[in-house]
């Protein structure tokens, strides 16, 4: 999703890269489980977060709250999400004049079920949910509730996923220089998959000469 798209997995890699890149060969990839309260909690810390509306009939903000029992399954996964909107505006036509209905704030919540597909080259996960169930809060703004969950529904939205920032570990003599770049996403029960290359390099320490000083 585009709110994602500062969103890095680095921290997830970190801690786990010092002992599955130096077992690795290079160029190889090494594999890392994510468990799904992992992945409920880094989503727990993400949000709230905006979203772009992308409609000519919608005005206003409309921003992700939460989403609440997270379910991994065989590649897919499911959840309930809500979200609230404010200074929505709905936009109609009516004679080939353009009006606005102000409607105000507006929480709804769904629960979806979505499936990814992970493009390596351009390292973007993209999610694409689909709508099970829609709730509104306010039965007099179901209309725009529909509207906007139609923006969610059935779309795909890209979520950056960043190489990991190179991570230095000294060994005595040289230092290392490991950074790993994902190359596959895949959702298990209960489990994110990700398979990573890690690109390993070494420099040579810098050694100072300190001289004694003459009495």
């Given at each position: 999703m585009h709110y994602l798209r500062n969103f890095t997995i680095s921290f997830l890699l970190l801690f786990l890269t010092f002992s599955t890149a130096l077992n690795a060969s290079a160029g190889k990839p090494v594999s890392i489980i994510l468990p799904d309260s992992l992945i409920q909690d880094i989503i727990q810390k993400a949000l709230p977060a905006?979203?772009?509306?992308?409609?000519k009939a919608i005005l206003g903000s409309v921003s992700v709250d939460g989403i609440k029992n997270l379910t991994l399954n065989k590649d897919r996964l499911s959840g309930h999400v809500t979200l609230s909107?404010?200074?929505?505006?709905?936009?109609t036509n009516i004679a080939g004049h353009k009006l606005r209905m102000k409607i105000g704030s507006l929480t709804m919540g769904f629960q979806c079920d979505a499936t990814v597909r992970f493009d390596a080259k351009s390292q973007i996960l993209y999610i694409k949910p689909v709508i099970t169930d829609l709730q509104s809060t306010d039965k007099a703004k179901a209309e725009i509730a529909s509207l906007i969950a139609q923006l969610f529904n059935n779309r795909e939205f890209p979520m950056q996923l960043n190489k990991l920032k190179p991570f230095s570990a000294d060994t005595g003599e040289k230092t290392l220089h490991i950074t790993m770049r994902v190359s596959g996403v895949s959702i298990h029960p209960g489990e994110v998959h990700l398979q990573a290359i890690p690109t390993i390099n070494s420099s040579p320490k810098a050694h100072s000469n300190k001289k004694g000083a003459n009495r």
């Open positions: 905006n979203v772009p509306i992308q409609a909107g404010h200074d929505l505006n709905l936009v």
